[in-house]
């Protein structure tokens, strides 16, 4: 295994929590597209991601080419940050870059009638109680309909933790300091534990 790899089962699962938003790729004879969007992962008993939740806006032109090209990439990035060599008491250490990368290779699943739930669920997951979409009233039923939900199936994934696991106690307890209480920093400390 790869120092760099996620060291706990759900790490990949809580990335995806902590960034929500993805990036996700199709490409087909007009080349590549992209559009980020807000996911929310589904995951097995080990903690692993097997799918991915999300929903299109109907006006974007990504959806038709996603439909007739269902198989995608989405990529989640971040935290991440630039590591000066003044931050590290070492004379002969060299600037690098931390960051968290997971990437799935996917097959979309369009949910027609699913939208409701999707965007509940997402609701739910950034807001808790604070908000419910009842709230919106009939805009919410005006805007739901502008919407075609998904479910995207993992068929291979890969991610890359580079958190400093290759430093030495000193050098990474200096990065710590410097950076302070960030999210990279608290990313670090977790792939460190």
Same mark, same amino acid.
């Given at each position: 295994?790869? %120092?760099?790899?996620?060291?706990?089962?759900?790490?990949?699962? #809580?990335? !995806?929590?902590?960034? &929500?938003?993805?990036?996700?790729?199709?490409?087909?004879?007009?080349?590549? !597209?992209?559009?980020?969007?807000?996911?929310?992962?589904? &995951?097995?008993?080990?903690?692993?991601?097997?799918?991915?939740?999300?929903?299109?806006?109907?006006?974007?032109?990504?959806?038709?080419?996603?439909?007739? @090209?269902?198989?995608?990439?989405?990529?989640?990035?971040?935290?991440?940050?630039?590591?000066?060599?003044? @931050?590290?008491?070492?004379? #002969?250490?060299?600037?690098?870059?931390?960051? *968290?990368?997971?990437?799935?290779?996917? #097959?979309?699943?369009?949910?027609?009638?699913?939208?409701?739930?999707?965007? *509940?669920?997402?609701?739910?997951?950034?807001?808790?109680?604070?908000?419910?979409?009842? %709230?919106?009233?009939? *805009?919410?039923?005006?805007?739901?309909?502008?919407?075609?939900?998904? %479910?995207?199936?993992?068929?291979?994934?890969?991610?890359?933790?580079?958190?400093?696991?290759?430093?030495?106690?000193?050098?990474?307890?200096?990065?710590?300091?410097?950076?302070?209480? &960030?999210?990279?920093?608290?990313? @670090?400390?977790?792939?460190?534990?």
């Amino acid at each position: 295994m790869s %120092r760099f790899a996620p060291r706990h089962p759900g790490d990949v699962a #809580d990335m !995806i929590r902590e960034e &929500v938003l993805g990036l996700v790729t199709t490409h087909d004879d007009q080349g590549f !597209i992209t559009t980020p969007l807000p996911l929310l992962a589904e &995951v097995d008993e080990a903690g692993e991601v097997q799918a991915l939740i999300g929903h299109f806006a109907s006006a974007n032109p990504h959806l038709a080419r996603a439909q007739a @090209m269902p198989r995608a990439q989405v990529s989640f990035f971040g935290p991440h940050g630039y590591i000066s060599p003044s @931050m590290v008491s070492k004379p #002969d250490w060299g600037p690098t870059w931390n960051y *968290r990368l997971a990437q799935f290779e996917v #097959d979309i699943l369009f949910q027609p009638g699913g939208e409701d739930a999707a965007i *509940r669920a997402l609701a739910q997951a950034l807001e808790g109680d604070r908000w419910q979409v009842e %709230r919106m009233g009939p *805009r919410y039923a005006q805007l739901a309909a502008h919407v075609v939900a998904f %479910r995207a199936v993992v068929v291979r994934s890969s991610a890359r933790f580079k958190l400093g696991q290759d430093e030495s106690d000193t050098s990474f307890g200096e990065i710590l300091a410097a950076l302070g209480d &960030v999210p990279l920093a608290r990313a @670090m400390r977790a792939q460190r534990d």
